[in-house]
């Protein structure tokens, strides 16, 4: 990953802020998972409440994966709409 | 844009950092704005001058649209001076008495009285933006109570002149359409590829409609993207025109002659809106709610899933995968049915691709066990009305009496509850649970659609758990599976 992103030309200093934004978020994303990973060694099964109290960002941005039939768990909420009338 | 010696100009920070890598230290030094921002706060603007500016994008400068004509029909006497990076959606507005591109002279700041710059406002990831209507973070901005204001005037409105109506009349031609045909302007990117609506989909969807009569598919996009658009359709289909070689003034005003738009998060979406067309809009990181509420004749189609909405304005693909993984809620059904429903409310038919979900089902030899005293249930009973039933889908499209499954029925049992068409594993369990709202001494009835003798086989032999088998038939022709049993009492 990170070697792809060094093949990205840079073409502006704002996409440099960026991608250097995204290093970044990368980086911490996986310093999440490998203290959740020693959490869990160390404990044994987190419960769900102890884990939304530790992560919730973790839980907003990492949870939710595809099912089995390649559709991620939910619904789809159909909204009509007619001038400000729902 | 040229600058010249001695002059100062107002543009944004990410703005000058790209100007300031091309011309390094000629730029000079620059200095807050708020040195010289005299902030409007919602003062009387008679007889007063106001300067308000926001650097982008092209949407969401239609949310500022229907602030300056509240104001200006507030305060008629008032001068409005505008600057944008993208100006397109506000030109010839009569509210407007002067419009300019971003960066602009900061000289154009001397003269006014009040000063109003529009940055960040639903970028900010506060509660409010999350559940607020863009227009009305606007009026809020302006600190104006929006509350009161009717629905109507919080929609952006366009204005064309005489010429842009002449162009357009000498361009439809050239793009090869005619009075006759049903026009789909379908925008295909966004500017944030978190946006995006996945390319697989709507190359189907494109596909399908295109073979319809005197239909023909307009793609919204820059010259830049013409590799891309290509991807969405499949070789040379005259019936899919791309139109790429039109700035963003003209694809509005082409958006004029569009039956129906169909756009993921754009400023397609508030082009189309303004004008009051029929649309249809793919969200996933923002809820179509804060974005659509205000249009006429318009679906959102919204996916509810745990991290959606996320509210992300990143430039950036989701964490989660690319295209972001939301979007696979929103089928290609779901697409065409939306497509379809708008249609039909307008020119009152359907296109041929619904022929299947219109098919009425042949019920004649089991109608005899829906003629109780009482309505019964049907699930999944697509278009399919009968005087005798109360029909259950999730599926807002056909107008079901209950389309939210997880409500709970005003009874516990009914005399009879017909299922039909949908026994796929994630079904199984609601057809399970459809056996106990079969009263006793009532009848459940399955109706399958391309069901096969395994199929029909194992109903049979689920029937014989609990009820008493009435009516069995296959027809191997035509696929249809029927079964009917009767709950003892």
Redesign the interface.
Known sequence: MAESIELLSLR???QG??LDQ?RM?MYN?ELRLSLLVKIMEEKGVLTQGEFEKRWPIFL???????GP?????????????????? | MTFETGHRYVMAEDVETQYRSIYGDCLGMSYPVETVYRPYKGEDLTQKRLMCWRTGGIGDIFFLNPVLMYLKKKYPNCFLRVASGCRQPLENMPAIDELYDMPFDAALLNDVDYHLMFQGIIEGSSDQSKKTHAVDMFFSYFSIDSLQIPAEDKKPKLFFKKEEMEWLKQTLPTLGIDDSNYVIGVQMETSAPLRNFPKEKFKTVLDVVSKEDKVKIILIGTSEQHEILSQYYKGNNPNIIPALKFDVRKSIVLTSRYDIVISPDTFMIQAAGALDKPLIGLYGPFPSEVRMKYFKNSIGLDPSVVCSPCFKHDFRGCIKGFPSPCFTLITIEDILQAIDYLKYKFTGSHFKYMETWLKTPDLSEVERYMLGADKGLCFFSGFFTHSNIIRVDPNKFFKPDIDDLSTEFKRVSFPFVLYMNNLSPKHQHLYQNTKNLVRPGGYLIVYVENGNEQLFNEIKKDFGQGLVLMFSKFDPNKRIVTVVGRKPY
């Open positions: 502006s200093a704002q802020q960026i995204y978020n994303t907003k941005n990492d949870v939710g994966v595809l039939d390649g559709i991620m768990e939910g619904m789809l909420k159909i909204n009509f709409y007619d001038g400000g009338v729902k």
